[in-house]
């Protein structure tokens, strides 16, 4: 599976952004999409995740601003970041999980906060 994302870059604090990721490759009917983000210095966290049932987890510090979503027949996920803060500054990386535990990453995007 190969993961390409988009849609980072620099955006003022109160801002919005919009990440896209696409899956192609051996892709499960069931599975999970998401982002994760490290900041630097820090550890990578989860920052929103969907599957294709569309439960969703959100970090509890994004919710209310981000918002994930994703269009399964184009095996692609969204990730809406509104709202941001400084502190949501942070390479953001698209992950893919299968049903069987098979895990991707697709290389990071950079999403800088600043005015």
């Known amino acids: 599976v190969q993961l390409q994302a988009s849609g980072g870059g620099l955006v003022q604090p109160g801002g919005s952004l919009r990440l896209s990721c696409t899956a192609s490759?051996?892709?499960?009917?069931?599975?999970?999409m998401g982002w994760y983000r490290q900041a630097p210095g820090t550890q990578r966290e989860l920052v929103a995740t969907?599957?294709?049932?569309?439960?969703?987890v959100y970090a509890d510090s994004v919710k209310g601003r981000f918002k994930i979503s994703r269009d399964s027949a184009k095996n692609t996920v969204y990730l809406e970041l509104n709202s941001v803060k400084p502190e949501d500054t942070a390479v953001y990386s698209c992950?893919?999980?299968?049903?069987?535990?098979?895990?991707?990453w697709g290389k990071g995007t950079q999403v800088t906060v600043s005015s």
């Open positions: 969907m599957s294709t049932g569309g439960s969703v």
């Open positions: 490759g051996s892709i499960f009917s069931f599975n999970i």
């Open positions: 992950n893919y999980r299968n049903i069987r535990g098979m895990e991707y």
